[in-house]
């Protein structure tokens, strides 16, 4: 049959705000979790990582919380610009980080309004 | 720096043809992974190769196969093509088997007809 299309979640912020981006995971033995994001024609870019022995990790303008119990990650970005809107995936690693096997999450498009 | 190369960008086939899809990793790289990204299913993890050996396979059927040459360079092959097989084909490389350290191409984006 026919496949269903994704409905992706849409966020969308205005220039300057700061943006949040959540994801659940699935696998409780994931212990490696990376936020990439995605614009239109490329492939997915890398925007940060984070072990699953950190609860927080910031890089510039960007910051991944983790919430192990309930199996959560967000990604909040700061001063949100233009040049933020993609479509922002979660991935976690289920082996460990030691092998480049990840499931990705299905993805939030940012929009962001000048 | 070059970046992760994928040949060829488009590429229109027949159902029940095969077709061969080719990654060149960033220099130095030796962990080479592939992925399909569909609207229906999202990104999905095909096969993962290191020095020449699949290391990990995702759940895709055996019409999904790949290799590994000792330059790095990997190649995807898909036989028998259906329709569903319509995907955006994504490869990333990395130095190391780091998850994070790894670097996608822009795809090769396979129309089946």
């Known amino acids: 049959g026919e496949s269903v299309g994704l409905h992706l979640p849409t966020l969308s912020v205005q220039e300057g705000d700061n943006s949040i981006i959540n994801c659940a995971y699935s696998?409780?033995?994931?212990?490696?979790f990376i936020w990439y994001k995605q614009e239109s024609g490329k492939g997915p870019q890398f925007i940060i990582d984070i072990r699953s022995n950190m609860d927080k990790r910031q890089g510039q303008r960007v910051t991944v919380l983790l919430n192990k119990t309930v199996k959560h990650l967000s990604l909040q970005i700061a001063a949100t610009q233009p040049g933020d809107s993609a479509v922002y995936f979660c991935a976690e690693n289920p082996l460990g980080g030691s092998q480049g096997n990840l499931i990705f999450g299905k993805g939030t498009k940012l929009s962001v309004k000048p | 720096k070059a970046g992760v190369t994928q040949t060829p960008r488009y590429l229109i086939k027949t159902r029940g043809q095969q077709v061969t899809l080719s990654c060149s990793p960033i220099?130095?790289?030796?962990?080479v992974s592939w992925y399909q990204q569909t609207p229906g299913q999202g990104l999905q993890f095909l096969f993962e190769y290191f020095s020449e050996t699949q290391r990990n396979k995702g759940n895709f059927p055996g019409r999904f196969s790949g290799r590994q040459f000792s330059n790095s360079r990997s190649e995807m092959n898909v036989s028998t093509l259906e329709l569903g097989d319509s995907a955006l084909y994504l490869c990333a490389s990395s130095k190391t088997d780091r998850a994070g350290g790894y670097t996608f191409g822009s795809g090769t984006r396979l129309t089946v007809v």
């Open positions: 696998n409780s033995a994931s212990d490696y």
């Open positions: 220099s130095g790289h030796r962990s």
